[in-house]
Structure formats: C-alpha cells, structure tokens
C-alpha cells in the first residue's frame, strides 16, 4: 500500500531537472531517481553518445520526458546553452545537480600545475558555472528551486595524496554556503552532499588496490557506501518539502567525517 502523505511530500511532480554529469556513477543515480520522484530530466555530459541510451532508459522505466544535452561545465558558453535548450525543450530546470567532476591521487611535491589547474577548473570554478547559470535562469523566469552541488567529505577534512581534490571541494563547501545566502531572497536554495567513499569512474581503481581496501576497512562502515545510499538524501534536498533547508554541506559516509584519528 503506498504512502500518499510521503509521495506527496517528496514528490518532483511537474518539475524539470537537470543533471550536469550525468554519464556514469552518482550523476547516472541520481537522473533516475530524479525521474522515478516524477520530473522530467536533463542529462548533460560533454559526450552525448554517453547520455542518449540513458536518457531513452529512464523515459521508457518512468514515463518523464528525458533529454540529453552536451555541457563542457570548463566552457562558459557550453553551459549556458545547455540551459537555454533545456528551457526551450523542457522547461527551465528547477532541480540543478551539479555533479561533473575529476579526481586523482599525486602526493603534492609531484602535482603539476596543469593537474591543478585541471581539477579547479572542473570541480570547482565549472560547479560555480553551472550553479550561477542555473539561478539566472530561474530567477528570469520567476522561479523558485533547489541547486545541490556535490562535493565531498575530502571537503571538509583531508587525507594524503589529495591537495586539489580536497582544495576544490572545499572550495564547493564554502561557495554553496555562499551561493544560499545570496539567492535565498530569490527562493533558490543551494546545499551540498558531501559524499565519503563511493566507487565511481573517478576512484575505481584507486579503491581497488591494496591500499584502497585498506582504506576502506579503516572507515566505520568497513565498507563503500552504494550510490543507492546517496539519493534519499539528495531527493530530500531536491524537494520543496525542504523550502527552509539552505547552505547545508551534508555528509553521507558512514561517519567517516566524524571518525578520531586513532
């Protein structure tokens, strides 16, 4: 027997959504479970070739209209045309996860500044982009909505090996917090998910190494979290039911972020 006071509670029904960095791993989760919630969808990748039987997939499953759409979220242009085809197609989105991202392990003597510049580029300056294209749009169009950067727990405190990772995702902390208070007046709400460890493309073979079970083992949980774990959060955030959460970074780890240092 169904929910009626939780369906309608959490439900994205009549909404758009746009998901930027949506080809594999936690962007693909939450495209579909964005769909499932009842909004139509935007898949962005810089690859639509990636997007195009995803899209299809969750259209044929769910029954929401789909749309997959290139986004450079490095390229200014990229994004704001993104925007304005979803608009035109869709509808302005008014559920924007802002998921495209890099990762890499270097100890920081070795790090490059072309490997730094890569990874603020992407993580950090392309979520400002993608979330400021995002309020404008909502914003000329009267809108209110939900932007959810994901960031992660390397965010909020640090580990080896990870000086830009860890320095764009704080830096995604911070603007988020930024981000909620100024559009707050515009009712746009901005709040991050903080993620511990879970295998995408980025961390796969990272995480699969000796080092990486290691590593694993020694969180709380002894384990990866399941991108299923991810999305009833990031639907809490998502839905309107949330009207007066704003500027919150959220972990979602097992408690890794709280764990002492031994």
């Known amino acids: 027997m ?41 898949l962005c ?10 899209a299809k997939e969750i259209a044929k499953e769910t029954g929401r209209k789909t749309l997959a759409l290139s986004m450079d979220v490095k390229d200014a242009a990229s ?5 304005t085809d979803a608009a035109e197609q869709l509808g302005t989105p008014t559920v924007v996860c802002a998921n495209a991202g890099v990762g890499h392990m270097v100890p920081a003597l070795e790090e490059t500044e072309e490997q730094w510049d890569h990874m603020l580029d992407t993580n950090l300056k392309g979520m400002w982009r993608v979330g ?31 000086l830009s990772y860890a320095t764009s995702k704080a830096g995604v902390v911070q603007m988020t917090r930024a981000m909620a208070l100024e559009w707050q007046r515009y009712g746009i709400r901005v709040n991050a998910l903080c993620p511990g460890f879970f295998v995408t493309e980025i961390n796969e073979e990272g995480l699969n190494t000796e080092r990486g079970l290691q590593m694993l083992k020694a969180t709380p949980a002894r384990r ?3 991108l299923a774990e991810l999305v009833p959060p990031m639907l809490m955030l998502a839905s309107p039911a949330s009207s ?5 970074a959220l972990p979602v780890d097992g408690a890794h972020s709280v764990k002492l240092v031994p």
Not at 79 to 83: D, G, H, P, Q, Y
Request: charged share 15%.
């Open 2 to 42: 169904s929910n009626d006071y939780l369906n309608g509670l959490f439900s994205l029904e009549g909404q758009v959504a746009l998901v930027a960095g949506a080809s594999s791993g936690i962007g693909a989760e939450f495209a579909q479970a964005l769909a499932r919630a009842g909004a139509d969808v935007v």
């Open 224 to 226: 990866a979290g399941e």
């Open 244 to 248: 007066f959460t704003t500027g919150v």
């Open 132 to 162: 400021k294209t995002a309020a404008k749009h909502m914003i000329s169009a009267g809108l209110k909505g939900s932007i959810i950067n994901t960031a992660s727990i390397l965010g909020l405190g640090v580990s080896n090996q990870h």
């Open 45 to 54: 990748a810089r690859r639509v070739d990636r997007i195009e039987e995803l």
């Open 79 to 83: 994004v704001e045309a993104a925007f």
